[in-house]
Antibody
Framework: QLQLQESGPRLVKPSETLSLTCTVS??????????WGWIRQPPGKGLEWIGN????????YYNPSLRSRVTISLDTSKNQFSLSLTSVTAPDTAVYYC???????????WGQGTLVTVSS | DIQMTQSPSSVSASVGDRVTITCRAS??????LAWYQHKPGRAPKVLIY???SLQSGVPSRFSGSGSGTDFTLTISSLQPEDSATYYC?????????FGGGTKVEI
């Protein structure tokens, strides 16, 4: 059974960089047109897609509203992918999820989510 | 970007009721629409993909329909464990976009 687990600091200061890593275990990290993505949910609000990276690392897509601050990268040797969000402010406080989808199919495997708070 | 508009934003119903949630896309998404169920403290769970295909393991009381820009999620007989927020998502083009969510209360 494929499992995803987010890790990283739970508290980030304003103007600093939020960095999270998702570790994938129990299944294939590559192949079959997989995309690895990040989604977040601010407190009391809905789901927001942040971005995706293809399992080859050759293609990535970002939410236009976050594109100038977001980088998603892969480390296939460790079965991990990472999120970097720069210059954070309080509205970036959210539960951050990592997840997988394939082609035109939905996100079928998700991490449990991790709450990251932006505060001094 | 494709905007996804869900309605209603919340619904209260009784056990056994039929519940319908609608989702409208700002343009044709080639039926590449999914529905998720999201409970507090848990990861979202996919219920329906490609408008009407039931994800493995999802009870048959959940169904999806629609085409073009208008889509529907139906719970045929509401159960206590269906209390959750439901989201639609288009997977036709990047950026991927979610609807605003519908909170279903029993």
């Amino acid at each position: 059974q494929l499992q995803l687990q987010e890790s990283g600091p739970r508290l980030v200061k304003p103007s600093e960089t939020l960095s999270l890593t998702c570790t994938v275990s129990g299944g294939s990290f590559g192949g079959d047109d997989y995309y690895w993505g990040w989604i977040r949910q601010p407190p009391g609000k809905g789901l927001e897609w942040i971005g995706n990276i293809h399992h080859t690392g050759n293609t990535f897509y970002y939410n236009p509203s976050l594109r100038s601050r977001v980088t998603i990268s892969l480390d296939t040797s460790k079965n991990q992918f990472s999120l970097s969000l720069t210059s954070v402010t309080a509205p970036d406080t959210a539960v951050y999820y990592c997840a997988r989808h394939r082609g035109f199919y939905p996100f079928d495997y998700w991490g449990q989510g991790t709450l990251v708070t932006v505060s001094s | 970007d494709i905007q996804m508009t869900q309605s209603p934003s919340s619904v209260s119903a009784s056990v056994g009721d039929r519940v319908t949630i609608t989702c409208r896309a700002s343009r044709d998404i080639n039926s590449r629409l999914a529905w998720y169920q999201h409970k507090p403290g848990r990861a979202p769970k996919v219920l329906i993909y490609a408008t009407s295909s039931l994800q493995s393991g999802v009870p048959s009381r959940f169904s999806g329909s629609g085409s073009g820009t208008d889509f529907t999620l139906t719970i045929s007989s509401l159960q206590p464990e269906d209390s959750a927020t439901y989201y639609c998502q288009q997977i036709n083009v990047f950026p991927l976009t979610f609807g605003g969510g519908t909170k279903v209360e029993i």
